[in-house]
Nanobody, 118 residues
Framework: EEKLTESGGGLVQPGGSLRLSCATSGFTFNTHAMNWVRQAPGKRLEWVATINPSNAGSTIHYKDSVKGRFTISRDDATSTLYLELNSLNTNDTAMYYC?????????RGQGTQVTVSS
């Protein structure tokens, strides 16, 4: 059974930082693209970042609004995906999910809530 479990969210002030983690099991992590997506209340699911597997060059892609502020990474030895969030602003408030494979259709976890507020 494939399992993805996000953690690390919380309440942070504007300008603050968080590090999200996604522990996975039940599939061969190092052969799959992995993504972070988010969904704010009343809004559609939104792609945030993708990291490809090493056999695809480990290339990384970001949504324009998070470039330079967010960093996606993966640890294939522990099958864990990370997202470092810096310079957070209120527009980053959302439930964050990690997704295996295609960002809009792949399996994902239950999410971790990030709330940016003063």
């Amino acid at each position: 059974e494939e399992k993805l479990t996000e953690s690390g969210g919380g309440l942070v002030q504007p300008g603050g930082s968080l590090r999200l983690s996604c522990a996975t099991s039940g599939f061969t992590f190092n052969t799959h693209a992995m993504n972070w997506v988010r969904q704010a209340p009343g809004k559609r699911l939104e792609w945030v970042a993708t990291i490809n597997p090493s056999n695809a060059g480990s290339t990384i892609h970001y949504k324009d609004s998070v470039k330079g502020r967010f960093t996606i990474s993966r640890d294939d030895a522990t099958s864990t995906l990370y997202l470092e969030l810096n310079s957070l602003n209120t527009n980053d408030t959302a439930m964050y999910y990690c997704v295996k494979g295609h960002w809009s259709s792949g399996p994902r976890g239950q999410g971790t809530q990030v709330t940016v507020s003063s």
